[in-house]
């Protein structure tokens, strides 16, 4: 497992293609550079280390999945990055 952080810095458990919020509910799935929710809309691009929404790619659709849950993540958050685009909503 890995860790990614988003816009503002909050720490997301990445597992293969698997995106997890803090709190362990899986909240999207890796399709190239883009994460997708459980229904396949769009919820954020990958950028580095960083999950941002980026309006321009919310046209785009993905594949829906049936979401799991992983243990607790204890990653401490990250300073916020200048990177064009908004805070992904990741239900948290």
Not at 22 to 50: L, M, W
Request: aromatic share 10%; charged share 15%; proline share 8%.
């Amino acid at each position: 497992m890995g860790v990614m952080y988003t816009k503002l810095g909050v720490p997301v458990t990445v597992s293969g293609t698997s995106v997890y919020s803090p709190s362990g509910r899986q909240f999207g799935h890796i399709s190239g550079k883009r994460v997708f929710g459980p229904t396949g809309r769009y919820v954020a691009t990958v950028v580095g280390n960083r999950l941002i929404y980026r309006p321009i790619d919310a046209a785009v659709v993905g594949s829906p999945f049936a979401p799991s849950r992983t243990a607790v993540s204890g990653y401490a958050h990250a300073a916020a990055t200048g990177d064009w685009g908004d805070e992904p909503n990741i239900g948290e």
